[in-house]
């Protein structure tokens, strides 16, 4: 999956593919193996496998407002990030605005509230599910204007990252 992120002002291209137990994280060009672990919430990373290991502190947090920060090592970095459009794959795996949109949850957490059900009409931004994740409460919104055809997940629920809570047509 190609990415640009942008952090701190600076936009930067990133690759990630799976091997085995571990991710390859292309930054830039530069090729990192990168170990992953989730424990209690907070992404535990283990840089440069093979060379000089550097272990990172990660925890992700989403404002109100939709902006995403990643904390390292308890330094905030405001970022950004958008998935690159690559030809005809590209544009399957993201249909149109009036395609189908998958919620879904950016890290493990419990459902709080659930603010929509099946039949509801949203708004581009409109609050549809809050999710609890590392004591922080996170409101996941519409990206467009749609019509709620499912909600696979009730108040209380736990979730784990990339479980699909919402679906709107």
């Known amino acids: 999956m190609k990415l640009d992120i942008t952090a701190a002002g600076r936009t930067r291209v990133v690759d990630v593919s799976r091997n085995g137990d571990r991710f390859l994280v292309s930054l830039d060009g530069r090729r990192h193996e990168v170990d992953v672990k989730v424990i209690?919430?907070?992404?535990?990373?283990?840089?440069?496998?093979g060379e000089a290991k550097n272990s990172y502190e990660v925890a992700f947090s989403q404002a109100s407002d939709g902006a995403l920060t990643v904390h390292v090592d308890g330094v905030p970095v405001e970022l950004?990030?958008?998935?690159?459009?690559q030809g005809r794959a590209a544009a399957a795996a993201h249909p149109a605005e009036g395609g189908p949109q998958r919620v879904t949850a950016?890290?493990?957490?419990?459902?709080?509230?659930?603010?929509?059900?099946?039949?509801?009409k949203v708004?581009?931004?409109q609050g549809l599910i809050v999710v609890e994740a590392m004591k922080m409460e996170n409101e996941l919104?519409?990206?467009?204007?749609?019509s709620v055809s499912e909600v696979r997940v009730s108040e209380g629920a736990s979730v784990e990252a990339g479980a699909i809570l919402v679906i709107l047509e």
């Not at 209690?40 to 496998?49: Q, R």
């Not at 950016?106 to 509801?120: N, R, S």
Request: a positive charge; hydrophobic letters at 40%; aromatic letters at 2%.
């Open 40 to 49: 209690n919430g907070v992404w535990s990373l283990l840089v440069g496998a």
């Open 80 to 85: 950004s990030i958008n998935r690159m459009q």
């Open 106 to 120: 950016p890290m493990p957490g419990k459902i709080v509230k659930v603010l929509v059900k099946p039949g509801d």
């Open 123 to 125: 708004q581009p931004r």
């Open 141 to 146: 919104r519409a990206r467009a204007a749609g």
